[in-house]
């Protein structure tokens, strides 16, 4: 009688931490499908703005014709940066560095032409690229939102990863933790501004 108790006891155990393990595992792959969402999410308003930009540069370049240096920083720049992809499963801190510093070049290289705009205040006045510029703003808006909330996604994913007991059956399972998006270097400090 003692031992059919205990054999019940020990079976009852077993199947709670079956069901715990269960639970724990589901919940990691439902808290990284949220991350890998999350960066599609990112990746679309990315890819917005690639889309914009071929439409922006054409626009410039029927008004500023000897700025050739700078439309080409522009395409040269977008072409690096839709060549620089990561997989949504491969969201390592140092293919994020790569990703994000091939869009702050692309970032940058809108700032100069945007720059340059300032020189030509035909351009300014003309209908497309005013709509272009204000859907620009927009999709940079976009990616800051984003970005914001692959960031929450991905620190509730690696917090839940790395509480214990759940970081043993993350490193059982192969469930890593997810690089974040980071200020763009020299953000901390402030612009020189001279009149």
Same mark, same amino acid.
């Given at each position: 009688?003692?031992?059919?108790?205990?054999?019940?006891?020990?079976?009852?155990?077993?199947?709670?931490?079956?069901?715990?393990?269960?639970?724990?595992?589901?919940?990691?792959?439902?808290?990284?499908? *949220?991350?890998?969402?999350?960066?599609?999410?990112?990746?679309?308003?990315?890819?917005?703005?690639?889309?914009?930009?071929?439409?922006?540069?054409?626009?410039?370049?029927?008004?500023?014709?000897?700025?050739?240096?700078?439309?080409? *920083?522009?395409?040269?720049?977008?072409?690096?940066?839709?060549?620089?992809?990561?997989?949504?499963?491969?969201?390592?801190?140092?293919?994020?560095?790569?990703?994000?510093?091939?869009?702050?070049?692309?970032?940058?290289?809108?700032?100069?032409?945007?720059?340059?705009?300032?020189?030509?205040?035909?351009?300014?006045?003309?209908?497309?690229?005013?709509?272009?510029?204000?859907?620009?703003?927009?999709?940079?808006?976009?990616?800051?939102?984003?970005?914001?909330? =692959?960031?929450?996604?991905?620190?509730?994913?690696?917090?839940?990863?790395?509480?214990?007991?759940?970081?043993? =059956?993350?490193?059982?399972?192969?469930?890593?933790?997810?690089?974040? =998006?980071?200020?763009?270097?020299?953000?901390?400090?402030?612009?020189?501004?001279? =009149?």
């Amino acid at each position: 009688m003692l031992k059919n108790k205990a054999l019940w006891i020990i079976l009852a155990i077993v199947v709670v931490l079956i069901l715990w393990g269960q639970s724990t595992y589901n919940n990691m792959v439902t808290k990284e499908e *949220g991350v890998k969402t999350a960066w599609s999410q990112v990746e679309n308003q990315y890819q917005r703005r690639m889309d914009l930009i071929p439409n922006l540069v054409n626009t410039v370049k029927g008004y500023a014709t000897h700025e050739k240096s700078t439309l080409e *920083g522009v395409v040269n720049a977008r072409a690096k940066a839709s060549q620089t992809m990561i997989n949504a499963g491969d969201l390592t801190e140092e293919n994020l560095k790569q990703f994000q510093a091939a869009q702050g070049e692309l970032s940058s290289a809108l700032s100069r032409l945007l720059v340059v705009v300032e020189r030509y205040p035909d351009l300014k006045a003309n209908q497309n690229f005013a709509e272009l510029q204000a859907q620009l703003e927009g999709t940079e808006n976009r990616i800051s939102v984003e970005r914001k909330r =692959f960031n929450e996604t991905a620190q509730g994913y690696n917090t839940y990863i790395r509480r214990f007991p759940n970081n043993i =059956f993350a490193g059982l399972f192969g469930f890593a933790p997810k690089a974040y =998006f980071t200020a763009d270097e020299g953000a901390s400090r402030a612009p020189k501004v001279e =009149f």
